[in-house]
């Protein structure tokens, strides 16, 4: 099983600054995916990556595939409180016709007003 | 369609006792993963469903547990007699595909006390 390292683990910032996170691995993915975890609830999609120096952008969240398909980041820009929450980076490796997910232990954000 | 349910929510049981979970996948999805989430840690993934098939078991799947997904519907995830390690929170998801993202139930929290 391959491994995800992010970093950084917690991050405290105020409303409106700008934070990113990172996703790393030795390893090449098939796809990589982010996920975004609220308390007592499951993870929720917010975008997959698949090839190599991707960006894709929703609303104030920019993601980044790296061009050997190794890493990510997650930038936010003038984070709001509402973007609290545990931010998940899973890879997805091939196992035959199916692709399974290998989770990293998470980036827990919160931002305060 | 509601997406991923899962059933309970939440239970409490006491150590040796059998506990069982359901989830329902999204209709259309073939594919159907249980994964385990304990704190300040990612998913980690159990096992994965085809249709009715269990293509897939990870070593932390021992012998007290035991999943069925009958004529490719819903899913159970029994654990016989309870250890106080297996206080977690058991999360399912489906997938048509994988290499794109799951969807993610709100998860069964299991204390065993």
């Known amino acids: 099983t391959q491994l995800l390292e992010q970093s950084p683990q917690f991050l405290s910032i105020q409303e409106g600054e700008n934070l990113t996170v990172y996703c790393n691995s030795s390893s090449v993915f098939s796809s990589l995916q982010w996920y975004r975890q609220e308390p007592g609830e499951g993870p929720v999609l917010l975008v997959t990556?698949?090839?190599?120096?991707e960006v894709k952008k929703l609303k104030r969240l920019t993601f980044q595939f790296g061009d050997a398909r190794k890493d990510s980041s997650l930038h936010i820009t003038a984070a709001q409180p509402g973007d609290t929450g545990l931010y998940l980076c899973a890879g997805a490796e091939r196992f035959g016709s199916n692709y399974k997910l290998t989770f990293g232990k998470g980036t827990l954000l919160t931002v305060n007003p | 369609d509601t997406g991923v349910s899962q059933n309970p929510r939440h239970k409490i049981t006491k150590r040796g006792q059998n506990v069982t979970f359901r989830c329902d996948p999204i209709?259309?999805?073939?594919?159907l993963y249980w994964y385990r989430q304990t704190l300040g840690q990612g998913p980690e993934f159990l096992t994965y469903?085809?249709?009715?098939?269990?293509?897939?078991k990870s070593r932390l799947l021992s012998d007290r547990f035991s999943a069925e997904r009958p004529k490719g519907s819903f899913s159970t995830l029994e654990i016989q007699r309870t250890e106080q390690g297996d206080s977690a929170m058991y999360l399912c998801?489906?997938?048509?595909?994988?290499?794109?993202?799951?969807?993610f139930g709100s998860g069964t929290r299991l204390t065993v006390v």
């Open positions: 998801a489906s997938s048509f595909g994988g290499a794109y993202g799951y969807t």
């Open positions: 990556v698949v090839t190599g120096g």
């Open positions: 469903f085809q249709n009715e098939a269990q293509l897939e």
């Open positions: 209709s259309e999805h073939n594919r």
